[in-house]
């Protein structure tokens, strides 16, 4: 059949799947049958290295979509080399979909390489079914076999994909067992080539080293550890900087403790209710990281994962809990493993929550008084007592009045802020709350007993109090200066602050 005096669209692709089918080799078939159809080609539609698999990254056919359902429409005719070019979909539906819409707003879809060709007639129809059939059936065939050969390459020690942002580089092995080091960005020369990864630089072997022994404290999250990086300008071996995720997925990594893992986020191209199960082989790298260690990060990681909650269980759990406390708040839930975010995707809100489960929230409001007035209380003592310590030792002080805030002089001003013990995850632990910036230059933080006695203080400049952990423990603090008494209070307030 020809098609005479229409303007036409070519429509082309290449996966990485069928490399020997080049966007040149379409064109220049497409271009012939235009030519001896007398078609003119307006426009071309390319996806160069995209799967068949799916439109979701296809950007050259949804452009071509949006584009047919123009008005007016820019061409009459699509040219595409084969039925499989147009997409290997593992739903053939989805291929006659995409065609029927073309179709249906006046562009004809011709395959310019298959035998039907132009034609449309019952055949035609019938044809077309069977090679969409045998298009998704080559690229779910292929899948399989190249999994099977990962598979096959991972129990005999070798590896493959990524690696992670540091620590670790990579060999090429021959057939004849030489080996070759190559960078990141280097390819192997061969097919026949085999990769083995192996410890890194040793600068990054040290730091990855120092990543997990960091995390390994009881106060260091994931958020607190690549902002901490970032800030001494440490990056990854790209030139990158750390992020959360980066220092999450780095973490997680089994590379560094001697395994190799493929698959855990792939399966075969097959529907996804049939995903492959991952291949792991275990003591084929060089670990790294001690085993101690990494076995103490994955259990801060594990205590520390999301979970899913059944509303109902976690319903009746709150319901226990009140009962044993009435006074529960959310901060307590929190220290028992319950987030509040848990509550939020499964009642709306706490208070909501709290509700269901029966809580006097009269009750609540009365012990939240008395601790607040307890707290204002100590507070305001305390505020006194180093205000008197500071003027008895030359230093001028003054209170804001009802505040706990030191003015020096005219010099700096310090907030004292109180840090109550908790239980957070079965350890006592101190919360601090940072509902807003400090209204100062200097916080001093007093880590409290429950008999209204510090255990210690903390000296902290406002920079550094916002970027501290929220949860304190029984142990100094990291990084920070544990003040015991008095007269070290003096000491580092006159150091830090710059005082006579």
């Known amino acids: 059949m020809v098609l005479m005096s229409l303007i036409a669209a070519a429509y082309v692709r290449m996966s990485t799947d069928q490399q020997d089918l080049s966007i040149g080799t379409q064109l220049d078939a497409i271009e012939a049958y235009a030519q001896e159809n007398e078609l003119d080609v307006a426009r071309i539609y390319k996806d160069a290295g995209r799967s068949g698999l799916a439109i979701s990254k296809r950007e050259g056919?949804?452009?071509?979509?949006?584009?047919?359902?123009?008005?007016?429409?820019?061409?009459?005719?699509?040219?595409?080399?084969d039925v499989s070019r147009w997409g290997r979909f593992q739903d053939v539906d989805a291929a006659a979909y995409y065609e029927y819409t073309c179709k249906l707003h006046g562009a004809r879809v011709v395959y310019v390489q298959e035998k039907f060709g132009a034609d449309d007639d019952p055949m035609t129809a019938l044809l077309k079914a069977m090679q969409r059939t045998m298009a998704a059936k080559y690229s779910r065939d292929l899948g399989v076999k190249t999994r099977a050969g990962q598979d096959r390459a991972v129990k005999l020690g070798f590896q493959m994909g990524g690696l992670p942002c540091i620590g670790l580089s990579r060999v090429a092995i021959d057939r004849d067992g030489n080996r070759r080091p190559?960078?990141?960005?280097?390819?192997?020369?061969?097919?026949?080539?085999?990769i083995v990864w192996v410890p890194g630089p040793q600068t990054e072997v040290d730091l990855v080293n120092r990543i997990f022994t960091i995390y390994a404290e009881p106060n260091t999250t994931i958020v607190g550890l690549a902002r901490q990086l970032c800030d001494e300008g440490l990056t990854t071996a790209m030139g990158r900087s750390f992020t959360a995720y980066t220092v999450d997925q780095l973490l997680r990594n089994e590379a560094?403790?001697?395994?190799?893992?493929?698959?855990?986020?792939?399966?075969p191209k097959q529907p996804k209710h049939r995903k492959a199960p991952i291949s792991r082989a275990e003591n084929v790298i060089e670990p790294i990281v001690?085993?101690?260690?990494?076995?103490?990060?994955?259990?801060?990681?594990?205590?520390?994962?999301?979970?899913?909650?059944?509303?109902?269980?976690?319903?009746?759990?709150?319901?226990?809990?009140?009962?044993?406390k009435p006074g529960l708040c959310a901060l307590d839930l929190e220290a028992m493993g319950y987030p509040k975010s848990a509550l939020e995707g499964a009642f709306g809100s706490v208070s909501r929550?709290?509700?269901l489960a029966g809580r006097d929230r009269a009750l609540v409001r009365a012990q939240h008084h008395l601790r607040r007035r307890d707290a204002m209380r100590v507070g305001k003592r305390m505020t006194r007592d180093i205000c008197s310590l500071l003027?008895?030792?030359?230093?001028?002080?003054?209170?804001?009045?009802?505040?706990?805030l030191l003015l020096l002089g005219a010099g700096p001003k310090i907030r004292l802020q109180l840090v109550w013990p908790r239980t957070n995850r079965g350890a006592q632990q101190w919360k601090i709350f940072k509902a807003r910036p400090p209204?100062?230059?200097?916080i001093l933080l007093a880590q409290m007993e429950i008999t209204e006695c510090a255990i210690r203080f903390v000296l902290l400049s406002a920079d550094e109090y916002?970027?501290?952990?929220?949860?304190?423990?029984?142990?100094?603090?990291?990084?920070l200066i544990s003040i015991a008494d008095g007269e070290g209070l003096l000491r580092e307030i006159r150091a830090r602050l710059v005082l006579p």
Request: glycine residues 4%.
């Open 182 to 194: 190559l960078s990141r960005s280097q390819h192997k020369a061969m097919q026949s080539e085999h």
């Open 256 to 267: 560094f403790a001697g395994n190799f893992v493929w698959g855990r986020d792939r399966h």
């Open 61 to 81: 056919m949804k452009q071509m979509l949006r584009d047919v359902m123009e008005d007016p429409r820019p061409f009459d005719v699509i040219l595409v080399y």
């Open 391 to 404: 003027e008895s030792n030359s230093i001028a002080c003054g209170i804001y009045p009802k505040s706990r």
């Open 466 to 479: 916002q970027n501290t952990n929220a949860w304190l423990t029984a142990e100094a603090p990291v990084g």
């Open 439 to 442: 209204e100062a230059d200097w």
């Open 353 to 355: 929550a709290f509700e």
């Open 290 to 324: 001690p085993a101690d260690l990494w076995q103490q990060v994955q259990k801060k990681l594990w205590a520390r994962r999301k979970r899913t909650w059944d509303k109902e269980d976690l319903l009746q759990r709150l319901r226990e809990m009140v009962a044993e």
